[in-house]
């Protein structure tokens, strides 16, 4: 992919989908061009790093007159993969595997999850929210068959680091984990952990700290 051919930092590839989702909205606006400086407000980042960001793909911007949407809109699909559909996997159906199966990834991102997986037979053989939920013994041969490399892992904690050496033996690469586990994995699989309710307490405790300031 063009990925591979550009050579650009860990910060500013975290940064692209930010400004590509931005962007998407402003092309629906009918938004023809954006300066550095409204992109830095809408997506939070300093509109130096921005112009630092975007000096990695060529000067892609004129000064005083902003950045053309539409061919930063191209530019960020092709890198970004957005032309070819990423099919994802689910493993552990409850609560927050069914709200993640009823998200519409697809709105902003060319990803859907095309299939999951649960160990609960009440759930497996069924398609939930226009996905089938698969038995986990027939996990590695459908990932294998659909050569999916990213899961979404939602099972219990208990499960976390089992579940995991499992789906990186049936070749996933890229694991989204909401579970609280840091799961440990072979090099090149890569994790990225999302962790809700340490997020929240995160949250309460600084809003806890502001409050003591206050008084
Ligand atoms: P949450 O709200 O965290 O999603 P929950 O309370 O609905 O969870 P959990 O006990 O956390 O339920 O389990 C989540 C799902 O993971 C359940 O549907 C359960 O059957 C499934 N599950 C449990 N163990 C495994 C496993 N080893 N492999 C695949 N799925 C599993």
């Given at each position: 992919s063009l990925m591979d051919k550009i050579k650009i930092p860990k910060a500013t590839a975290r940064r692209l989908p930010l400004y590509y989702r931005y962007l998407i909205l402003l092309n629906e606006e009918g938004k023809e061009k954006v300066s550095s400086t409204e992109l830095s407000e809408a997506v939070q980042v300093d509109s130096a790093s921005i112009r630092r960001d975007f000096s990695y793909f060529g000067a892609l911007g004129k000064r005083g007159y902003g950045y053309d949407v539409k061919s930063l809109l191209g530019f960020f699909k092709k890198i970004l993969n957005q032309d070819t559909l990423t099919n994802v996997a689910l493993i552990g159906v409850g609560n927050l595997g069914h709200a993640l199966l009823n998200?519409?990834?697809?709105?902003?991102?060319?990803?859907?999850?095309?299939c999951a997986f649960d160990i609960n037979s009440d759930l497996t053989g069924k398609i939930v929210s226009g996905v089938p939920v698969y038995d986990m013994k027939d996990m590695i041969e459908q990932i294998r068959e659909q050569q999916i490399t990213i899961a979404i892992l939602t099972v219990p904690q208990i499960n976390a680091q089992k579940t995991a050496n499992e789906i990186v033996e049936a070749g996933v690469r890229g694991i989204m984990n909401f579970t609280p586990v840091r799961l440990s994995a072979p090099a090149g699989v890569r994790i990225q952990n999302v962790d809700l309710a340490t997020e929240l307490q995160t949250l309460v405790y600084f809003l806890e700290s502001d409050k003591k300031i206050e008084d």
């Open positions: 998200y519409n990834f697809k709105r902003s991102n060319n990803i859907r999850i095309s």
